[in-house]
């Protein structure tokens, strides 16, 4: 009998961290997929959805918030892109893919400033980030790219942000074509702008 017992244990022994790590797994994936759902039902409903954009066209001039310049100037997207093609980046200080994009932004506003508009949107509560926190930061690397807030949250709302980074693509004629969350990737940007000039 002693002999069983000991097996048992040896068997437990080897065991037991492969059951703690399925465990683990198990309780991760459900964690995501209970998080993406409940992201997706909290998510502000907006009709520039990226869903939407496949339906039905979305018009710049019906999503048109407005944000704030450093000084607190009200801008609306239309005044920034001006009958240019816009790229508009919702970012904050505290968003590590935020960060880590802003150098590659700041070589693509360099070379296509001249041609296209761009407005750097610091997700701004008043809490977590301020004006102050956002203005330090650009001018703390060197950024010279125009820096908006969304002190309010409108822009957000308007175009349904959940995530950080969030990046959004309109045309010279108004039209949004893409909402696409994550760090950018610098080339297929630059492609992307090359086919709208």
């Known amino acids: 009998m002693a002999r069983v017992d000991e097996k048992v ?38 009709a520039a959805s990226s869903a939407n954009l496949a339906d039905d066209a979305v018009l710049l001039a019906d999503h048109n918030p407005t944000v704030y310049t450093q000084g607190g100037v009200p801008m609306r997207f239309s005044e920034i892109a001006d009958g240019r093609p816009l790229v508009v980046n919702f970012w904050a200080t505290w968003c590590p893919y935020c960060v880590q994009e802003m150098p590659d932004y700041q070589q693509i506003y360099d070379d296509y400033a001249d041609r296209v508009a761009f407005a750097f949107v610091d997700c701004a ?40 980074p969030t990046t959004v693509v309109a045309s010279a004629a108004g039209e949004v074509l893409t909402i696409t969350p994550g760090r950018i990737d610098a080339d297929l940007m630059r492609s992307a702008l090359d086919s709208l000039l």
């Open 9 to 46: 244990t040896k068997t437990r022994g080897k065991w037991g961290p492969v059951v703690a790590l399925v465990a683990l797994v198990a309780v991760l994936v459900g964690g995501f997929a209970a998080y993406g759902q409940l992201s997706q039902a909290t998510a502000p409903a907006s």
């Open 125 to 164: 509560d008043g809490q977590r980030e301020t004006v102050a926190d956002g203005a330090a930061w650009l001018a703390e690397g060197g950024y010279t790219v125009p820096g908006y807030y969304d002190t309010t949250g409108e822009a957000q709302v308007s175009y349904g942000i959940a995530n950080l």
